[in-house]
């Protein structure tokens, strides 16, 4: 099985490092203990597990080209700051938060970060959007009303009364309007005439996918990142709670393309991502329907399927697919027509964090889960051997 790993990929979560590498001891349930530097105190600190909920962070957008990271991600971390730093001013909480990312993330990661937002820049200085509305993305032009609807009202039983589940984990709804779908499609054509033109040569997607382009890179960033955290977030907090659901901080946004003359199909694999959005943007093509496989860990990626855990999927334009980024899952090759699909990639670096120290996933995992449930049965039936054997000596 070949695993989507994302060269595309921005940024990538900071990485503490283990309570066992860092010399201050395991921590508590407080949060998790960064590793300290004699020069400063300010490392002594303890991220919170859980963001403190009624705080509202600063923005950072203004800083994008002074910071080493995602402002999306600054915002994000901040809050799961400890109480005594929110009330720093701006300045202050972003010297600790680059503290704390920097000092977690590889030499070589912050080189290709650095690569990668000169790169970005040269394609926001020198590329013109046909579609500027797109990029502020008004929602009632974007969304379908029952969408909307739902959203508004905000409870597990309005998401429900839009969505279908037609296998577990697997959440079905419809999504965008049409006119959005065609203008996003546009702009996409846009970018690619763009690229052709100036000879510009891009990063595509991922490792799976030869066509395709990153949203995030020619500025649909922030809308991506405002339709995660308004419109995915929510749902993903009432049915993905195991995986992060409640906490994705970051994404990864693209469209891939399918057809005779681009990519035909995408192979079995699973996701870098807790949560995936996978919206069909058309247009008229057969084939290409979606199979899922079950859900693993890394542990279980490649164990067996089981017959309850086939299922395949014709994805219909402006419908949405929403499924755990472990859900193993490919595309069958799209047979005529061209096949669009905005994808994006949402994560959560608590989760991601909080996983480097769990060994049981069978809140997810169903091969953990069949291995648990098999435990716990032999577990029964030695029980029950043992008092029979107490039964027969008794008498």
Not at 92 to 104: E, F, N, P, Q, S
Not at 187 to 204: A, G, L
Not at 290 to 314: A, I, M
Request: hydrophobic content about 35%.
């Amino acid at each position: 099985m070949s695993v989507d790993a994302s060269p595309a990929d921005r940024f990538k979560q900071f990485q503490p490092a283990s309570p066992a590498s860092n010399g201050n001891g395991n921590g508590n349930g407080n949060g998790v203990l960064l590793g300290a530097s004699p020069a400063s105190a300010r490392a002594a600190h303890r991220l919170r597990l859980n963001p403190t909920a009624d705080h509202e962070p600063d923005s950072y957008e203004d800083l994008q080209s002074q910071l080493d990271f995602s402002p999306m991600l600054f915002s994000s971390l901040e809050r799961y700051l400890p109480p005594t730093l929110l009330s720093l001013s701006r300045d202050a909480k972003v010297d600790y938060m680059r503290d704390i990312l920097l000092r977690y993330s590889p030499e070589g990661e912050r080189t290709r970060v650095l690569r990668h937002r000169e790169y970005r820049q040269k394609i926001l200085a020198n590329y013109k959007p046909l579609h500027r509305e797109l990029y502020t993305m008004h929602a009632a032009s974007f969304f379908v009303p029952s969408f909307l609807r739902a959203l508004k009202e905000n409870t597990e039983e309005s998401f429900r009364s839009i969505i279908t589940e037609p296998s577990p984990g697997i959440y079905v709804f419809e999504m965008l309007q049409s006119r959005a779908r065609a203008m996003l499609l546009s702009e996409v054509e846009n970018f690619e005439r763009w690229v052709h033109d100036t000879n510009f040569r891009i990063m595509r997607p991922n490792t799976m996918n030869k066509y395709g382009v990153v949203l995030d890179d020619f500025g649909l960033e922030n809308m991506l990142a405002r339709m995660m955290d308004e419109f995915v977030r929510p749902i993903a907090r009432v049915f993905y709670p195991e995986v992060g659901g409640a906490t994705l901080d970051s994404h990864h946004g693209f469209v891939v393309e399918y057809g005779m003359d681009r990519d035909v199909e995408l192979g079995f694999h699973v996701d870098d991502s807790e949560v995936t959005l996978n919206v069909c943007l058309g247009e008229q093509f057969l084939g290409g329907e979606l199979f899922f496989r079950g859900v693993r860990c890394d542990k279980h990626v490649n164990s067996e399927t089981q017959p309850e855990e086939s299922f395949d999927y014709d994805h219909l334009p402006g419908h949405a697919v929403l499924h755990r980024g472990r859900h193993r899952h490919g595309a069958r090759a799209t047979t005529s027509g061209h096949r669009a699909n905005l994808i994006m990639w949402c994560r959560s670096s608590v989760f991601r964090e909080l996983r480097k120290y769990q060994t049981d996933f069978s809140s997810w995992c169903g091969e953990c889960l069949r291995t648990k449930r098999a435990r716990h049965q032999s577990s029964l039936a030695s029980t029950k051997l043992e008092l029979m054997k107490r039964e027969r000596r008794a008498s």
